[in-house]
């Protein structure tokens, strides 16, 4: 699983109505691809997409393909985008605190003066 390619995969309105509607539950392809205005193929192109991100599993019985949502992906995403999220909040916190004691250091020089 490539944070890159969850990512990618994320980007797109069709792909996150395609994973919407599998977090439903498990789907035909076609089912999945009927409410879009684009043609089979388009979709077919958007789930290699997501397939290659692990966020879809297909299975196949005969002539039916099923697809259904992995959350891994996400989740790995999700614990990501918090520990960037928790290093960040402690950067900014660093730099208010620094600006803060600067401005004090200010405050005071200029009360010192007559």
Request: charge should be positive.
């Given at each position: 699983?490539?944070?890159d390619d969850t990512l990618i995969a994320l980007a797109?309105?069709?792909?996150?109505?395609?994973?919407?509607?599998?977090?439903?539950?498990?789907?035909?392809?076609?089912?999945?691809?009927?409410?879009?205005?684009?043609?089979?193929?388009?979709?077919?192109?958007?789930?290699?997409?997501?397939?290659?991100?692990?966020?879809?599993?297909?299975?196949?019985?005969?002539?039916?393909?099923?697809?259904?949502?992995?959350?891994?992906?996400l989740d790995a995403t999700a614990a990501w985008l918090?520990?960037?999220?928790?290093?960040?909040?402690?950067?900014?916190?660093?730099?208010?605190?620094?600006?803060?004691a600067d401005d004090a250091i200010e405050k005071a020089?200029?009360?010192?003066?007559?």
């Amino acid at each position: 699983m490539d944070l890159d390619d969850t990512l990618i995969a994320l980007a797109d309105v069709t792909r996150r109505g395609i994973l919407q509607r599998l977090a439903g539950g498990e789907a035909r392809v076609t089912e999945v691809a009927a409410p879009f205005a684009i043609s089979l193929n388009s979709v077919s192109k958007h789930i290699r997409i997501l397939e290659r991100a692990g966020l879809v599993r297909r299975r196949i019985e005969g002539r039916d393909h099923f697809l259904s949502l992995d959350t891994a992906p996400l989740d790995a995403t999700a614990a990501w985008l918090q520990r960037e999220r928790a290093a960040w909040t402690h950067r900014l916190d660093k730099l208010e605190a620094a600006l803060r004691a600067d401005d004090a250091i200010e405050k005071a020089k200029s009360r010192r003066k007559p």
